[in-house]
DNA sequence: TTTTCATATCGTGACATCGCGATATGACAA
DNA sequence: TTGTCATATCGCGATGTCACGATATGAAAA
């Protein structure tokens, strides 16, 4: 049974803090550019050597470095920022971390912003 | 055609500005908060007397204030930060400034984080 | 063990955002 | 014109983000 003088128990109307976080984490040119280029990572890193199949995967920290021209120290928290906010699950692979849309995760943000009618 | 030496020329590729304004004006708790109530005003206004229908120009920032809690100009710079974003239209009635979402906006907002397949 | 190398964390100055009170603007009323 | 009221802008100290170089961590190679 529910608490009966719970304050607002009307469930999913109040803003969750979890989407800020989200949000807060894609309003950053270049995280926002990371998160679209691990969209189809097979394509947008064809010109670096796969470690693993990025379609599993998805793609080591050092290829991100490559392509994005930023300090690898920059890429690394950007990342770490990311998979704190959900948005990209994390695998080693020897040396290797790779990073990896969650597309679930992309599609309930988008929801919390346009529920398609 | 194409210039021959120019850096990423593959358009539609890069992260657009346009959706980091809007991300970042939708990466704060109140922001994004007064985002959800507007998606229907009619309900979540109910206990101020509208000044105009809701359903068509939305709300005013004098009841934005009342619902909110925060000060007065905090409220209008929130506005006025989300319509630079691009996410709500205003309307002046009398002396009342209304603001409601641009679903349009919205709707191609979350398509940038997660295209339906 | 020691070295190497990929990644993470620390510390930093420059800059942006936060939310406010005070004040300006500008529409309408008297 | 003067006053009133809704909204916008200004100025502020506090706090947060930015992107970096330096350094630490930790897995694998030598």
New interface residues.
Partial sequence: MMPENSPRSEAG???P?E??EA??A????AR??I??WLRDPHTEFAEWEPIADRDEVGVCVSHLQAKSGLAQSTVSSYMTTLERAGLVRSTRIGKWIHYRRD?HA??R???V??T?S
């Fill in positions: 109307q109040h803003a803090l989407a800020v949000l807060k894609l309003a950053n040119p926002l550019q998160m679209e597309e992309m599609s943000l988008a929801g912003l346009h398609p």
